[in-house]
């Protein structure tokens, strides 16, 4: 079993940065890739980043390459989402999440997932 709790959600205006930290405990982060999936009102669930267990991959959805970085620090058992450039378009509950498989996450897909912290970008 993992535990994942989000944290650095907030309000901030359009074309500032926000990141998102994403604490585990349970198991050692280095077992998993990690995630990182966002749902804004009425919206679907969008996957937003993904880093892969040791091999420093990474993938990100088109609508945020370029302005977000996902990292992760396995010492500490943290992933990081830094976002730039932020945009209205960006408001939503990000939720970090975790799986086995890199590809899996890029699906869509998780097998264990925080409660959420909600980013607000005001125009």
């Known amino acids: 079993q993992v535990r994942l709790v989000e944290s650095g959600g907030g309000l901030v205006q359009a074309g500032g940065s926000l990141r998102l930290s994403c604490a585990a405990s349970g198991r050692a982060l280095s077992s998993y890739a990690m995630g990182w999936f966002r749902q804004a009102p009425g919206k679907e669930r969008e996957f937003v980043a993904v880093s892969g267990r040791n091999t420093g991959e990474t993938y990100y959805a088109d609508s945020v390459k370029g302005r977000f970085t996902i990292s992760r620090d396995n010492s500490r058992n943290t992933v990081y989402l830094q976002m730039n450039s932020l945009k209205p378009e960006d408001t939503a509950v990000y939720y970090c999440?975790?799986?086995?498989?890199?590809?899996?996450?890029?699906?869509?897909?998780?097998?264990?997932r925080g409660q959420g912290t909600q980013v607000t970008v005001s125009s």
């Open positions: 999440a975790a799986n086995l498989f890199i590809q899996v996450m890029r699906a869509g897909s998780y097998d264990y």
